[in-house]
Structures are given as structure tokens and as C-alpha cells.
């Protein structure tokens, strides 16, 4: 039968109509779990039905077609990231930003750093081989393992200190001063609780000492300082 139920061959033999299956008659979900009765078996797919898409009412036929694809591959309706800025309207204007991963250029998509299918990860994240951060598929040297660790690279990873898809500030940095970013964490009334961090610098915070990371310069890990002054 197919996905689409009894053939024309069923309908010119006297068969009855009403049993062949019309997507444009079908409501998103009824549409998907369809085709999902092949597709769910596959590793990527395989999340749908809990993804954050399938929630929000996008299905298959949202942005797949078997009939007016615009590339073989995957049967999409249209060309990344295009498709994606339909809904993902904040993402586009992320990317029109100085600083950016160069999604616009194609040099990488979204389906590179997200699964749309769905994943168990935060923003529905792929991973590394590892299956760390998938920010260390690209960005191996970042990744370690170090002696000494920053702690938010393992616990709140690259997003603590980064916006992934665009910013205003040089490497895709949240705050324009670097010593503002690190004073978030490193301040002196979080002092006394042990588990926070150490608290900031002694010195004087003028224009000279702005960038901690113009001495902390290793600030992803090291091997042989604990304050990230040496690789």
C-alpha cells in the first residue's frame, strides 16, 4: 500500500476513494505519525513525537515534501537556513550580526548544531563523538580534558559565556568587557560560599586591566596553572 494507502489501480477497479489517503486532507499529527510508521525507526527521526517541534504543531509536511522538494536530499521544501527563519524569526536577526557563525555563507546549517527531529538535549543539541558539547565538534581545542578546568566549560558549558549564533561583542562574547563577563562569577561577595568561585582580582579594574584574558589567557583550561596563565 504505501504511505498513501490503496493505489489508482484500486480506484479504477471499482474500489472505493475514500480510502486513499490526501496529506492535504490530514491534520499536521495525523500527517506525521504517518510517516513515522517507517521513519520512527531511525535514529534521527526517532525523537519526533517528543520534540519541541511536534509540540508546537510543525510536522513533517512542514517542511518536507515528496513531490516539490527543493533538493533530493531530505525532500525539503526549501534551502537552510531559509527554512528554519520562517519561524525562527529571533535566530535570523541573531545571524545578521558582526559576529556570527557564518550559517548565511553556508558554511554551516542549523542542522549541523541541531537535531530538529528532536534530541534530549537542551534546544534539541546534537553532540560531539564524545557526546560532549556540540560546540567541540569544530572547536576541539577548547575541549580538553585539562588539569585545571574553568568549571562553567563542563557544567554550564559555552552558553555561559557565549551567545552561539551572533553577538555585538568580538568572539561571540555576551557582555563588550571581558572583565564584566568574569566579574559576573568572580566578585567579592560570593567570597565566603565555598562552592562559588575564586573572587576577583585585587587590582585596579581601569582600561589596562579590562581584558582578564590579557593574563588568564588560557581561560578554556590548562595544563600547568591553575589561574589559566600557561597552556
Same mark, same amino acid.
Given at each position: 500500500?504505501?504511505?498513501?494507502?490503496?493505489?489508482?489501480?484500486?480506484?479504477?477497479?471499482?474500489?472505493?476513494?475514500?480510502?486513499?489517503?490526501?496529506?492535504?486532507?490530514?491534520?499536521?499529527?495525523?500527517?506525521?505519525?504517518?510517516?513515522?510508521?517507517?521513519?520512527?525507526?531511525?535514529?534521527?527521526?526517532?525523537?519526533?513525537?517528543?520534540?519541541?517541534?511536534?509540540?508546537?504543531?510543525? %510536522? @513533517?509536511? #512542514? /517542511? &518536507?515534501? $515528496? *513531490?516539490?522538494?527543493?533538493?533530493?536530499?531530505? =525532500?525539503?521544501? +526549501?534551502?537552510?537556513? !531559509?527554512?528554519?527563519?520562517?519561524?525562527?524569526?529571533?535566530?535570523?536577526?541573531?545571524?545578521?550580526?558582526?559576529?556570527?557563525?557564518?550559517?548565511?555563507?553556508?558554511?554551516?546549517?542549523?542542522?549541523?548544531?541541531?537535531?530538529?527531529?528532536?534530541?534530549?538535549?537542551?534546544?534539541?543539541?546534537?553532540?560531539?563523538?564524545?557526546?560532549?558539547?556540540?560546540?567541540?565538534?569544530?572547536?576541539?581545542?577548547?575541549?580538553?580534558?585539562?588539569?585545571?578546568?574553568?568549571?562553567?566549560?563542563?557544567?554550564? %558549558? @559555552?552558553? #555561559? /559565556? &557565549?551567545? $552561539? *549564533?551572533?553577538?555585538?561583542?568580538?568572539?561571540? =562574547?555576551?557582555? +563588550?568587557?571581558?572583565? !564584566?563577563?568574569?566579574?559576573?562569577?568572580?566578585?567579592?561577595?560570593?567570597?565566603?560560599?565555598?562552592?562559588?568561585?575564586?573572587?576577583?582580582?585585587?587590582?585596579?579594574?581601569?582600561?589596562?586591566?579590562?581584558?582578564?584574558?590579557?593574563?588568564?589567557?588560557?581561560?578554556?583550561?590548562?595544563?600547568?596553572?591553575?589561574?589559566?596563565?600557561?597552556?
Amino acid at each position: 500500500e504505501g504511505c498513501h494507502g490503496p493505489g489508482k489501480a484500486h480506484v479504477d477497479g471499482g474500489g472505493d476513494v475514500t480510502k486513499i489517503v490526501n496529506f492535504e486532507n490530514l491534520s499536521t499529527e495525523e500527517a506525521s505519525k504517518r510517516c513515522l510508521s517507517c521513519h520512527a525507526t531511525e535514529h534521527e527521526q526517532g525523537n519526533f513525537p517528543r520534540s519541541a517541534h511536534f509540540s508546537a504543531g510543525v %510536522g @513533517c509536511t #512542514s /517542511c &518536507h515534501s $515528496p *513531490h516539490k522538494a527543493w533538493s533530493q536530499k531530505a =525532500l525539503l521544501i +526549501a534551502k537552510q537556513p !531559509q527554512l528554519c527563519y520562517e519561524c525562527h524569526t529571533v535566530q535570523r536577526a541573531e545571524f545578521d550580526r558582526p559576529y556570527r557563525h557564518r550559517v548565511n555563507q553556508g558554511l554551516i546549517t542549523c542542522n549541523d548544531c541541531h537535531n530538529v527531529h528532536g534530541r534530549t538535549r537542551t534546544s534539541q543539541l546534537r553532540a560531539s563523538a564524545e557526546q560532549d558539547q556540540v560546540c567541540f565538534k569544530c572547536h576541539r581545542d577548547k575541549k580538553g580534558p585539562f588539569v585545571f578546568e574553568h568549571l562553567p566549560v563542563k557544567t554550564e %558549558g @559555552c552558553s #555561559s /559565556c &557565549h551567545t $552561539p *549564533h551572533g553577538s555585538t561583542n568580538p568572539r561571540l =562574547l555576551k557582555v +563588550a568587557q571581558v572583565n !564584566q563577563l568574569c566579574l559576573q562569577c568572580h566578585t567579592l561577595a560570593l567570597s565566603n560560599v565555598p562552592s562559588q568561585p575564586p573572587i576577583g582580582p585585587a587590582h585596579s579594574q581601569d582600561q589596562k586591566y579590562q581584558a582578564c584574558t590579557m593574563c588568564h589567557a588560557f581561560i578554556h583550561g590548562s595544563n600547568f596553572s591553575e589561574v589559566f596563565f600557561k597552556p
